[in-house]
Antibody
């Protein structure tokens, strides 16, 4: 059974940093692209970042480019999202997904507020 | 960026009746490999999203065949025949053909 478990969320002040982790199990992690998608409270879904199976290439929308960094450790079956220079509009539940949404984690809440 | 426009924003359907959701993209989603990367994602209240359909019409494992997806190029439809109570929630279309990946704004299905 595919499982994706996110951790690392919480309350952070604007301008500060936070790093999310996602531990994957139930599939061969290094065979798949991985992504992060977020959902602001009461809003729709927004793609945040993707990474190839080797980690050699990464992709971001303009809204987070230069502030967020996606990475992975294939030996540890773990996906990461380093979020810097956080803004109030980054407040959301962040989901780890396999590929572009084939499987989703339970999500982790990030609140950016002073 | 490709804009995904879903209609209606909400619909109310009686148990056992059918429901249909439209999704239109601002440009063709047919990729250079000949495939069309249009997914349908469902989110029941308080739960994580779950993909139902990928590449326009392919059902994910475990998804009942009451769900079907059709369409091509820029016009796509999700149909639910014989709606059940568990189908209550929000349905999103999503394109993965071109970066950035974009979602529709969602269609909320309520049970009448």
């Amino acid at each position: 059974e595919v499982q994706l478990v996110e951790t690392g969320g919480g309350l952070v002040q604007p301008g500060r940093s936070l790093k999310l982790s996602c531990v994957a199990s139930g599939f061969t992690f290094n065979n798949y692209w991985m992504s992060w998608t977020r959902q602001a409270p009461g809003k729709g879904l927004e793609w945040v970042a993707s990474i190839t199976n080797s980690g050699g290439s990464t992709y971001y929308p303009d809204s987070v480019k230069g502030r967020f960094t996606i990475s992975r450790d294939n030996a540890q079956n773990t996906l990461y999202l380093q979020m810097n220079s956080l803004r109030s509009e980054d407040t959301a539940t962040y989901y780890c997904t396999r590929e572009l949404g084939a499987y989703w984690g339970q999500g982790v809440m990030v609140t950016v507020s002073s | 960026d490709i804009v995904m426009t879903q209609t209606p924003l909400s619909l109310s359907v009686a148990i056992g009746q059918s429901a249909s959701i439209s999704c239109k993209s601002s440009q063709s989603l047919k990729y250079s490999d000949g495939k069309t990367y249009l997914n349908w994602v469902f989110q029941s209240p308080g739960q994580s999203p779950k993909r139902l359909i990928y590449q326009v019409s392919k059902l994910d494992s475990g998804v009942p065949d009451r769900f079907s997806g059709t369409g091509s190029e820029t016009d796509f439809t999700l149909k639910i025949s014989r709606v059940e109570a568990e189908d209550l929630g929000v349905y999103y279309c999503c394109q993965g053909s071109y970066s950035p990946l974009t979602f529709g704004s969602g269609t909320k299905l309520e049970i009448k």
